[in-house]
């Protein structure tokens, strides 16, 4: 499965931004899609990370409240979206998929498979 993610771009804090990530070459019916983000200088993070059709979700503690995960079935997309983003969120996000992880959702070696990366910079 191929992902392309998309949707970043520059906001200032406090405003938001939705994120796309889109699925090609097969489904991404019975996968689990996770995302990440990579700031510079530091490690690539979980984010939040969704089950399927949807049921469960997960987030990482710092954007719990603000971030959201969805899953559009029919469309093949998952999206992300962000409320109340604040300069420490600025990052490359990343989604992955994976049909059976490998590991705790929360970590990026459970994942097969990844988009290139969508950049989100948030000003002060």
């Known amino acids: 499965v191929q992902l392309q993610a998309s949707g970043g771009g520059l906001v200032q804090a406090g405003g938001s931004l939705t994120l796309s990530c889109a699925a090609s070459?097969?489904?991404?019916?019975?996968?689990?899609v996770g995302w990440f983000r990579q700031a510079p200088g530091k490690e690539r993070e979980f984010v939040p990370a969704?089950?399927?059709?949807?049921?469960?979700?997960g987030y990482r503690n710092s954007v719990k409240g603000r971030f959201t995960i969805s899953r559009d079935n029919i469309e093949n997309t998952i999206y992300l979206q962000m409320n109340s983003l604040k300069p420490e969120d600025t990052a490359v996000y990343y989604c992955?998929?994976?049909?059976?992880?490998?590991?705790?959702?929360?970590?990026?070696?459970?994942?097969?498979?990844w988009g290139q990366g969508t950049l989100v910079t948030v000003s002060s």
């Open positions: 070459g097969n489904t991404l019916s019975y996968y689990y």
């Open positions: 992955a998929a994976a049909r059976t992880l490998r590991g705790d959702y929360d970590t990026t070696g459970a994942y097969a498979y």
């Open positions: 969704i089950s399927w059709p949807g049921t469960k979700t």
